[in-house]
């Protein structure tokens, strides 16, 4: 079935860097653009960016921008997300969602913390 | 960045009441809306798209309407599994902005 499954849970330091992954699978990859949205606890969603599977170009957050950086390897159908310079407020569940947000992965937590 | 506003923050319906959640872009988006549930420890889960367009497996209870700035979600009779947080977001530009959330809580 259409799923994307992602890598497991993450604890960082501050102003270390983190690599989730997001594997697609049940639909042609390069098809679909692939969005990153991360909540953090009790907060509502926020839209990080995206990234197109076949050509690779992205568009991201003014305010991540120069932190965050999607690529993707359309070999493994595999999306990553870095993210860098962490500091305590991104703490948060990261989701990849499909292009029409109608497929999401299960959710990365990841925890910045001293 | 085009901003969001959903009303009420939260509401506390019984089963079978209709509810109404509504939601207020900052500028016209046409119509590029979607609603989402959300249930706690769970991702997103689409129900509309296009503000009125149901997705495949979604009950028909639910349904949405509006275009330009205001929008609305409706669920004409409601269910113990419904509740949970609702939200909308814009996907007519970049940054895709989300509403602050809608959830219903059990009276």
């Known amino acids: 079935q259409v799923q994307l499954v992602q890598s497991g849970a993450e604890v960082k330091k501050p102003g270390a860097s983190v690599k989730v992954s997001c594997k697609a699978s049940g639909y042609i990859f390069t098809s679909y653009f692939v969005h990153w949205v991360r909540q953090a606890p009790g907060q509502g969603p926020e839209w990080m960016g995206r990234i197109n599977s076949s050509g690779g170009g992205t568009s991201y957050a003014q305010k991540l921008q120069g932190r965050v950086t999607m690529t993707r390897d359309t070999s493994t159908s595999t999306v990553y997300m870095e993210l860098s310079s962490l500091r305590s407020e991104d703490t948060a569940v990261y989701y990849c969602a499909r292009g029409a947000f109608d497929i999401w992965g299960q959710g990365t937590m990841v925890t910045v913390s001293s | 960045d085009i901003q969001m506003t959903q009303s009420p923050s939260s509401l506390s319906p019984s089963v079978g009441d209709r509810v109404t959640i509504t939601c207020r872009a900052s500028q016209s988006i046409r119509n590029y809306l979607n609603w989402f549930q959300q249930k706690p420890g769970r991702a997103p889960n689409l129900l509309i798209s296009?503000?009125?367009s149901l997705q495949s497996g979604v009950p028909s209870r639910f349904s949405g309407s509006g275009s330009g700035t205001d929008f609305t979600l409706t669920i004409s009779s409601l269910q113990p599994e419904d509740f949970a947080t609702y939200y909308c977001q814009q996907n007519y530009d970049t940054p895709y902005t989300f509403g602050q959330g809608t959830k219903l809580e059990i009276k």
């Open positions: 296009a503000a009125s």
